[in-house]
C-alpha cells in the first residue's frame, strides 16, 4: 500500500497528511448503488491491538453517499476475507459526503484480542435517502474495505 496525498473538502491537496488509499472491493448492481470514486485511505497502515484505526471516506465521483458509524474488521481466511464478530456497543449517526469532499478523520477501535497480521476494515455506503421513493433495500449499497497490519505491542 502506497501512501497518497490527501484531498481536503475544498478538493485541494491537504500538504501534510498521507494517507494509505484503498479500493471498493463489493460493488452493487442496483441504479441507486453508490457512485465507483468512493474510497477509504487510512491515516496509517500499521496500528497495534487495542490502538486506534483513524480513517477518512473520500467521494471523488459524481453523487453523494451516506454511512453510518457501524464498519466491520475481516481477516484473510484459506479462500476469502472472514467478518470478525463485533463486540460492544455501535453508536448510531449518519453521515452525507458530498461529490468532491472527504470526511473528517472518523475513529475505530482495533480489538485488542487480534493477533498480529493482515485485516482490512470494511464500511457500507449507499446512495442518499429520498423520502420521495420507497425505502432503500440492502441491494442498494457498496462495501469499501482497507487493509491494515496489526503489529504487537
Not at 482495533?110 to 493482515?118: E, F, I, K, Q, T
Not at 442518499?128 to 420507497?134: A, K, L, M, Q, S
Amino acid at each position: 500500500m502506497e501512501p497518497a496525498d490527501a484531498l481536503d473538502v475544498s478538493g485541494r491537496l491537504a500538504p501534510q497528511r498521507k494517507h494509505y488509499v484503498c479500493r471498493v472491493t463489493n460493488q452493487s448492481r442496483s441504479p441507486d448503488q453508490p457512485p465507483p470514486g468512493v474510497r477509504l485511505e487510512l491515516a496509517e497502515a500499521v496500528v497495534v491491538a487495542g490502538g486506534t484505526l483513524e480513517y477518512s471516506v473520500v467521494n471523488v465521483g459524481a453523487t453523494a453517499v451516506r454511512f453510518g458509524a457501524s464498519c466491520g474488521f475481516e481477516r484473510p481466511g484459506d479462500t476469502e476475507w472472514t467478518v470478525l464478530p463485533l463486540s460492544g456497543w455501535v453508536a448510531a449517526w449518519a453521515m452525507v459526503v458530498e461529490p468532491g469532499a472527504t470526511s473528517g478523520p472518523l475513529k475505530e477501535t482495533v480489538p485488542d484480542h487480534l493477533a498480529p497480521g493482515r485485516y482490512r476494515l470494511f464500511k457500507v455506503l449507499q446512495a442518499p435517502f429520498d423520502h420521495r421513493r420507497e425505502a432503500p433495500t440492502p441491494t442498494d449499497s457498496t462495501t469499501v474495505t482497507c487493509e491494515f497490519s496489526v503489529q504487537p505491542r
